[in-house]
């Protein structure tokens, strides 16, 4: 309100009031008008998208009877998947979250809507660093790929040289090219020749040839092995920075930092490593560990994890390292658990059926040198699994 101004009343609307308008006037809308969420907006005052929606459900069918019974409703201020309502919906889960007033409910809403955005504003330097390396480390693959396609040819370059030492008196010194007798495919195969030296420096010449061949096959498959290890570091952290809270990005950048991704800001602080998040199991006793980031899954992995306790990862794919503890024989039903825990906290959190290896703890490698978080494994059994946001939440300690 500014001192002074003159106040201006909104525009008028032909809306109606869906408390108070006549069973005659709405018997006319609902027999003769669309009933659409959109149009239902247009006629009513107060509806919201989502409420909209689930009116347009109701009116399916006995429309004056389903109206009325809708707004006859008590007022049950409620949390929906993506905003908020005043009355209850249909197929709203059991758990979902309802407030006395809709004032604490708009207080919640907001107040999460604000932490969300301050998360999303902090990822976002960090997401848009991790999707630059991603990016090179793409394109390095590519490219080195193709190098090692190019020493295809190093066999090739063998024969060539042995037939030159084979038939050295067959071949001249003055010509560009010679061709000679393959008793490796039974067939004449011309030779390039350089006219500067002997016969015996060219067969010389193709076997240096085909020994830098054969390095540089061995050089860019150990090459091509760490840019995808990279590529595969890169790709975990990318999936936790976008199912991470606020806390958890300060986290991640710790890591991106200590692995040479990122430099200190000046003065800025070591930030506290933070312990795996608790989860208790539906057995209301087993507690399962979560990482939220890789420094946690190797700490978790190798430092806390205790012989015999059983390791949960989603198959193939970057994710969380989940390990069940203080349970050495846990049930089915625990098993099930920490597998939906591993597949919500991984790349596959909205799909069904997923893969969980499982193992015990102890059998995992850490590879000489290998990226935070990455481990090798044999001898796994896999799950499958479908993880639910509601169940997650429940086992939440």
């Known amino acids: ?14 809306s109606l009031n869906p408390y108070t308008v006549s069973d005659e006037k709405l018997f006319e809308i609902l027999s003769t008008q669309e009933l659409s969420p959109k149009n239902l907006q247009q006629v009513f005052q107060g509806l919201g998208r989502d409420t909209a929606s689930e009116l347009a459900n109701h009116l399916q069918i006995d429309r004056l009877k389903n109206f009325r019974a809708f707004f006859d409703q008590a007022t049950q201020p409620s949390l929906t998947d993506k905003s908020y309502a005043a ?30 955005d301050r998360v999303a504003q902090q990822a976002n330097e960090l997401i848009k660093r991790v999707a630059s390396e991603l990016e090179k480390n793409r394109k390095k693959l590519i490219k080195q790929e193709q190098e090692l396609a190019d020493t295809e040819t190093a066999e090739l370059v063998r024969q060539e040289g042995e037939l030159l030492t084979t038939y050295l008196h067959q071949v001249p010194n003055d010509q560009s090219s010679v061709r000679l007798d393959n008793y490796y495919t039974g067939k004449e195969l011309e030779i390039e ?26 050089h860019l498959t150990n090459l091509i092995e760490e840019t995808k290890s990279t590529i595969v ?20 950048r710790e890591e991106l930092i200590e692995t040479g991704y990122l430099k200190r800001r000046h003065r800025e602080k070591i930030h506290k490593r933070q312990k795996p998040e608790r989860y208790l199991a539906t057995d209301g006793k087993t507690i ?8 946690q899954n190797d700490e978790l992995t190798f430092k806390m994890a205790k012989k015999g306790e059983l390791w949960f990862h989603a198959k193939d ?3 969380s390292h989940v390990v069940i503890t203080d349970n050495l024989d846990p049930s089915d039903e625990v098993k099930t658990d920490a597998a939906e825990l591993a597949a919500y906290f991984s790349e596959a959190r909205h799909s069904n059926l997923v893969q969980v290896d499982m193992i015990e703890a102890k059998k995992l490698h850490k590879p000489t040198g290998g990226k935070p978080g990455f481990v090798t494994y044999r001898g ?5 699994v479908t993880p639910t946001e509601d169940k997650i939440k429940s086992m939440k300690i």
Do not use: C, W
Not at 91 to 102: I, R
Not at 288 to 295: A, H, P, Q
Not at 380 to 384: D, E, G, I, M, V
């Open 380 to 384: 796994q059994k896999t799950l499958r």
């Open 288 to 295: 399962i560990l979560v990482g939220k980031n890789n420094l």
């Open 87 to 116: 009355l209850p919906f249909a197929n709203s889960p059991e758990n979902q979250p309802h407030f006395e007033s809709l004032s604490s409910l708009l207080d919640f809403y907001y107040q999460d809507k604000a932490e969300r």
């Open 317 to 319: 794919i970057p994710g």
């Open 233 to 252: 570091y890169l790709e975990s952290v990318d999936t936790m920075l976008g199912q991470a809270s606020l806390a958890e990005i300060d986290e991640i």
């Open 1 to 14: 309100i500014l001192p002074g101004s003159t106040y201006i009343r909104p525009p008028e609307t032909h």
């Open 193 to 218: 020749l350089d006219v500067a030296l002997t016969p015996s420096q060219n067969a010389q010449r193709y076997f240096k040839k085909y020994q830098k061949l054969k390095e540089a096959v061995k």
